[in-house]
């Protein structure tokens, strides 16, 4: 079973703050996705990499950056925390190619 | 900017009825459609997936109507069971470069379905 992990299920960072949101999968997928999730928005795609070192621009990639310094870990990186990235966020992989994603179970950030 | 408009919004349908989902794209170079199932506390999964090749594919209980010209395609659940209750995704996928494969996905808003008894 492809296993995708995130180092947390529940974060609370301040304003300003910079955060660290980590997704480890073991499954040597090429492909690995950071997306939010908000209600009634549904799933929006930060970035995603296909590499290693790697990134493509998501719809929506104002305010964060990404690190991917190996194969199975990729990284969500928060600069500067504002309000307004309080949501769920979900990291995904998959094959090259594309087809299914598999995600985590996501991590609830509260930004206050 | 959306790109794949789904509804309702929130289902609730009686056990042992259909539910169905319906969802418009407007980009016509989508060429991959899965519906994601998520359930609380975990991420999505993928639930099935079409092509636009074809205009339906049924796996158990779960089939996908896809309609080209009007750029519309729905989920229907026969014979709906409470641990059907989640919340689905349709999503759409087009090729973003010409060595790239259906990486990048556009969801929908999601329907949080609810079977009661």
């Known amino acids: 079973d492809v296993k995708v992990t995130q180092s947390s299920r529940y974060l609370v960072k301040r304003t300003g703050e910079k955060v660290f949101l980590e997704c480890v999968q073991d499954?040597?997928?090429?492909?690995m996705f950071w997306y939010r999730q908000d209600p009634g928005l549904g799933l929006r795609l930060i970035y995603f990499?296909?590499?290693?070192?790697m990134k493509e621009k998501g719809d929506i990639p104002e305010g964060y950056s990404v690190s991917r310094e190996k194969k199975e870990r990729f990284s969500l990186i928060l600069e500067s925390a504002s309000t307004n990235q309080t949501s769920m966020y979900l990291c995904a992989s998959s094959l090259w190619g594309g087809g299914e994603q598999y995600f985590g179970p996501g991590t609830r950030l509260t930004v206050t | 900017q959306q790109q794949v408009k789904q509804s309702p919004q929130s289902l609730i349908v009686q056990k042992g009825g259909i539910s169905i989902i319906n969802c418009a794209y407007e980009n016509t170079a989508f060429d991959y459609f899965p519906w994601y199932q998520q359930f609380p506390g975990k991420g999505p999964a993928l639930l099935i997936a079409i092509r636009p090749d074809v205009s339906e594919k049924k796996e158990g209980r779960f089939t996908i109507s896809f309609n080209k010209s009007a750029k519309q395609f729905s989920l229907h659940i026969m014979d709906s069971q409470p641990g059907d209750s989640a919340t689905y995704f349709c999503?759409?996928?087009?090729?973003?470069?010409?060595?790239?494969?259906?990486?990048?996905?556009?969801f929908g808003t999601g329907t949080r379905l609810t079977i009661i008894p």
């Open positions: 990499s296909y590499d290693v070192k």
């Open positions: 999503a759409a996928s087009i090729r973003i470069r010409e060595n790239f494969g259906n990486e990048k996905l556009t």
């Open positions: 499954m040597d997928h090429e492909n």
